[in-house]
């Protein structure tokens, strides 16, 4: 798809084109709605040059196997749309289920009135928050929270921040951004008082990297991927530091790996917790670990 074909193209022309070097309707639908900025089908007159060009530079990326979240530069993530490139990890489904399992926490501590902040507030914290997508959504769907969102990757927390300013309304102000290691990042004086720690850390192990899918293991960022020989050394961090930062009645939710999921209750175990469970992604895999105090 050269210049000045796609120039000359309908925008017809142009989705044909796509989809036949792409062999897929669907990826270059969404390149079409992202490079005309209206949804599919409803372009209409003349095709920019830009566009044309912008169109056939994302086809040429996707097709050096380049995710297409990151060629596009956007995606969705419980009806939010995140930026994400390079420096942060792809939002999951399996995610958005661990913010689900996160929110019905939220919603049983707020029913036994356990939030210690001023007002009433639950206080959240997501630890290796990357593009946002916890933090975001979370403030996003529950007015009574206030966020603080952990990073220890200044990329990541670039575009974190970016997603925070296209977060509308009220949710935007209860979202702080701070960058540190784990529990290392937060102001000393909120030991004691988060309800709910919540986190999607590395969990791939060293030795599990060069099993994953090409299109993951050589695009997305590696130290959001891999957590060490065990797999498991970010979880334990996170739970070892609750004791400290955690509320008498805290909860900490961790996403793992299925295979994890004994680990993961013995761990919570170790570090005094009174009860841990596991619960299933929609795909029916134990995905997210709940340890209450």
């Keep these: 798809m050269s210049p000045t074909r796609a120039a000359a193209a309908s925008w017809a022309d142009l989705y044909r084109d796509a989809a036949d070097r792409l ?21 209409r007159g003349a095709v920019p040059d830009k566009a044309g060009r912008g169109l056939a530079e994302m086809v040429r990326r996707r097709l050096e196997g380049e995710p297409l979240q990151y060629v596009i530069g956007s995606w969705p ?26 929110l019905h926490e939220l919603d049983r501590l707020a029913a036994i009135g356990s939030a210690v902040t001023d007002g009433g507030r639950c206080r959240v914290v997501d630890l290796g928050t990357g593009s946002g997508a916890i933090a975001l959504s979370m403030a996003h769907e529950r007015r009574g929270i206030e966020v603080w969102a952990v ?26 951004i701070i960058e540190g290691d784990w529990w290392d990042g937060l102001p000393f004086d909120l030991r004691g008082s988060v309800d709910l ?3 999607n850390p590395p969990y791939i192990a060293g ?16 130290r959001a991927l891999e957590a060490g020989e065990r797999g498991t050394e970010a ?16 909860v900490a939710v961790i996403e793992l790996a299925p295979h ?3 680990a993961g209750r013995r761990l919570a175990a170790a570090a005094g917790f009174s009860e841990a469970e596991v619960h ?6 134990p995905r997210a670990l709940v340890a209450r105090r």
């Design 23 to 43: 062999a897929d309707r669907r990826e270059a639908r969404w390149m079409i709605e992202e490079v005309s900025g209206e949804p599919f089908g409803q372009a």
């Design 77 to 102: 993530f419980r009806g939010i749309d995140l930026m994400v490139d390079r420096r942060v990890l792809i939002p999951r489904p399996e995610t958005e289920q661990v913010v689900e399992v996160a």
């Design 151 to 176: 990073d220890s990757s200044p990329g990541a927390l670039e575009v974190a921040r970016a997603n925070l300013s296209g977060l509308a309304g009220f949710a935007a102000t209860r979202v702080r």
């Design 197 to 199: 720690v919540v986190s």
């Design 207 to 222: 030795h599990e990297m060069a099993g994953l899918e090409a299109q993951v293991r050589e695009w997305e960022p590696r």
């Design 235 to 250: 979880m334990e961090a996170i739970l070892a530091g609750a004791a400290e930062w955690l509320a008498p009645t805290g």
């Design 260 to 262: 994890q999921a004994g």
């Design 280 to 285: 299933d992604d929609l795909a029916g895999r």
